[in-house]
């Protein structure tokens, strides 16, 4: 592993391009111990929510010509809303983060992690395995355990490529030295940690002068679990008026929702129908952000590539989020952050001889979701500055590359960490919600999101005050 010479906060706030005299606004406190594992997870997790608070605290500072906020990042916040996915609860309950098929199987020759939290990927995994039979209350012993056996008889990358090419989500667990010498590994080791790009000079139609930075903003949010979601309830929390689009035949869960939903409205349309169409590009006519987390290629063919977006909406920022990067052999597959740990080596780095292990957090969905967050602000902060359509992209590998090879663990960290000290509650239309409180602060900014999640999919696909 590579010895970092910077601190992690500088490296993602060097990526992002901007002013690193700014990074002496940034203070540090609280106990540390929240993220516990042998890669520097809390390292990652602190920096990703120390550069999201300083693009916001800069992109205040350009917005109302003040001087730029202190910001200070709190390692408690943060642990805590790293899980804040599993410490979510709504009326006393908590929400089962995987599904019974999402887990770690034993092929002939390794290990298979499979993720099938979503009916759709459930089927298509049963489908590719041969394996009859849904997994509902009543059956799901047993489909587990016809899948185990067909697994155990099958090779790793075998159950990979099958289950892919069905459409379904698979991954053979391989080692850090293996994925490096893989061809999209090699791609992903030649990327920085996210990229910032002006499309064209188009002015700035932004007033400034709000207390909030993302005030007056309206963000398309086409994005699903879990890192493009918690960007944009990041913006959300910082005044965006934030509206979240799915297809309506790819249902969400509530509980996801009641996570990831602070904040934001959440819609459904169908863009291969002609009403709903029209109703969406009404809603793109009067957007400023689009931030989108499909696999590549499945919004593309709706016109939605950047430069179509950069033509008929001049000024835009728009925010493309991956699992394995947007090029190379793995460019449109499918991923979450799950498969990227088990692909990568982060399994093997994390487990034992016996079995793979995982991240004490889906850390790499939380902390690409914040590094998607600050460069949407800090291409606001540029785009208030000089113009110009902006193009922002992060992919879940290239956070895991910079996690293994790039950061190092602090010294000295504290125990004691008590996430109860970051969690609060607020009633909301699924009754008394407990959640994380956002960990992203800066001297007189949010403290709270401004609204709780309703029930996913139901508001009106209008922009508010529309």
């Known amino acids: 592993m590579n010895s970092p010479t910077t601190s992690g906060t500088s490296q993602a706030w060097a990526a992002l391009g901007a002013d690193s005299s700014l990074l002496d606004r940034v203070s540090y406190g609280g106990p540390s111990g929240g993220l516990p594992a042998r890669l520097p997870v809390m390292e990652l997790a602190r920096a990703t929510v120390a550069v999201c608070s300083l693009a916001a605290a800069e992109l205040t500072s350009a917005t109302t010509g003040r001087p730029v906020p ?46 099938a939290n979503y009916p759709h990927h459930q ?19 047993a489909v587990v355990d016809a899948v185990a056996r067909t697994i155990a008889g099958l090779g790793a990358r075998e159950v990979e490529e099958t289950v892919y090419a069905a459409g379904g989500l698979a991954v053979a667990a391989r080692g850090p030295q293996d ?23 188009a002015p700035d139609r932004r007033p400034g002068g709000a207390a909030l930075p993302c005030a007056g903003l ?61 109703l969406f590009e009404e ?7 689009v931030v989108t987390g499909y696999r590549p290629g499945a919004l593309e063919r709706f016109g939605l590539t950047p430069e179509a977006l950069a033509e008929r909406r001049p000024g835009l920022v728009i925010a493309q989020l991956s699992a394995w990067g947007r090029y190379g052999p793995w460019g449109e597959r499918r991923g979450f952050d799950s498969l ?29 979701g914040y590094l998607l967050a600050a460069g949407i602000l800090r291409a606001l902060t540029e785009q208030h500055r000089t113009g110009g359509t902006r193009l922002v992209r992060v992919a879940l590998t290239q956070t895991a590359h910079w996690l293994i090879h790039d950061l190092a663990p602090a010294p000295g960290e504290e125990e004691g960490f008590d996430a109860e000290h970051w969690l609060t509650e607020t009633d909301s239309p699924m009754g008394r919600l407990r959640h994380a409180l956002p960990p992203v602060s800066y001297d007189g900014g949010p403290v709270n999101w401004a609204r709780p999640p309703g029930p996913w999919g139901t508001d009106a696909p209008v922009w508010s005050g529309a």
Not at 82 to 97: H, K, N, Q
Not at 179 to 201: C, F, H, M, N, Y
Not at 257 to 273: I, P
């Open 218 to 278: 309206r963000v398309l949010d086409l994005t699903r679990v879990l890192a493009g979601p918690v960007a944009t309830r990041t913006l959300a929390l910082l005044g965006a008026d934030v509206l979240r689009i799915d297809a309506p035949q790819l249902p969400e869960s509530q509980e996801a929702h009641n996570d990831t939903g602070m904040g934001k409205r959440s819609t459904t349309l169908d863009l291969r129908q002609t009403t709903d169409r029209r």
């Open 70 to 115: 202190r910001v200070r990042v709190d390692d408690e916040a943060v642990a805590t809303a790293f899980l804040s996915d599993r410490l979510v609860r709504a009326e006393g309950r908590a929400w089962s983060t995987f599904a019974p098929l999402s887990r770690f199987w034993r092929a002939t020759d390794g290990w298979v992690r499979t993720h």
């Open 283 to 289: 809603l793109l006519d009067a957007a400023d952000v």
């Open 179 to 201: 994925w490096a010498k893989s061809e999209q590994g090699v791609l992903v080791a030649g990327q920085p940690l996210l990229t910032t790009t002006r499309i064209d000079d």
């Open 123 to 141: 089927a298509r995994l049963l489908a590719a395995l041969g394996v009859p039979g849904n997994a509902d209350e009543d059956t799901v012993d």
């Open 340 to 368: 990227v740990q088990v692909a990568t080596g982060i399994a093997e780095l994390e487990g034992s001889p016996d079995s793979p292990g995982t991240l004490p957090a889906q850390a790499l969905d939380h902390g690409t």
